[in-house]
């Protein structure tokens, strides 16, 4: 399975400000993709970046909240623009791998809290 | 849209009880299927995959899929204090992953 390094794993953030998040993988990955999960709720996805063009965003996120990078295919970012106390949450990177490259694998995740 | 339905629990065994957790799909288009362990405050972590009608045991660990119901199992036999987390059911339909909101076990020592 692909080791994924994910940083910051937590932080307080002040309303109205950002945060960027950084993911990087230990092996070349087509896609990587961007994790929300709320308090006590499931993992909802965000957006799927490939590298060298722009990100996929799911139904609700939008890409002035939440821009991405991916310059290169070990590497993504993932910003929390404009935050606010809604955006606290458990911000996870993940690539697909295994035997069948059909498994997902989860970086240590972002906690971050906006106050 | 695509749902993955478990049982959030709580879910109480004793230790060297069988916990069973399941889990319902809604697109028969899904081909993969997943168990992943949470412990609190860390990232999902993957424990079993299954991908054919069965059984599919590893360790203490048994992943059951009924394609035909829609429906994925986990048995984990002689429970230990350490399994104590929350376990999502995953799906992969369309190269897209649709995981389940959890089921909390607690194996009571």
């Known amino acids: 399975s692909a080791v994924i390094s994910q940083k910051p794993s937590r932080d307080i953030c002040q309303r109205g400000t950002s945060l960027t998040i950084q993911c990087q993988v230990d092996s070349q990955v087509t896609m990587m993709f961007w994790y929300r999960q709320q308090p006590g709720q499931s993992l909802t996805l965000i957006a799927t970046a490939n590298q060298g063009s722009e990100a996929t965003y799911e139904s609700g996120f939008v890409i002035d909240k939440f821009p991405i990078s991916r310059p290169n295919l070990t590497f993504s970012t993932l910003t929390v623009s404009n935050m606010s106390p809604e955006d606290s949450s458990i911000y996870l990177c993940?690539?697909?791998?295994?035997?069948?490259?059909?498994?997902?694998?989860f970086g240590q995740g972002t906690r971050l809290t906006v106050v | 849209q695509k749902e993955v339905e478990q049982n959030s629990g709580p879910l109480s065994v004793p230790e060297g009880a069988i916990a069973s957790l399941n889990c319902t799909y809604s697109?028969?288009?899904?081909?993969?299927f997943f168990w992943y362990r949470q412990y609190s405050g860390k990232s999902p972590e993957l424990i079993m995959s299954?991908?054919?009608?069965g059984d599919k045991e590893d360790g203490r660990f048994t992943a059951q899929l009924n394609k035909a119901s829609q429906y994925v199992s986990l048995l984990i036999r002689d429970s230990q204090p350490s399994d104590s987390a929350t376990y999502l059911c995953a799906v992969n339909a369309g190269n897209q992953f649709y995981f389940g909101t959890g089921t909390s076990l607690t194996v009571i020592p």
């Open positions: 993940s690539v697909e791998g295994g035997s069948l490259n059909t498994e997902a694998f």
């Open positions: 299954i991908y054919s009608n």
């Open positions: 697109d028969r288009g899904s081909q993969s």
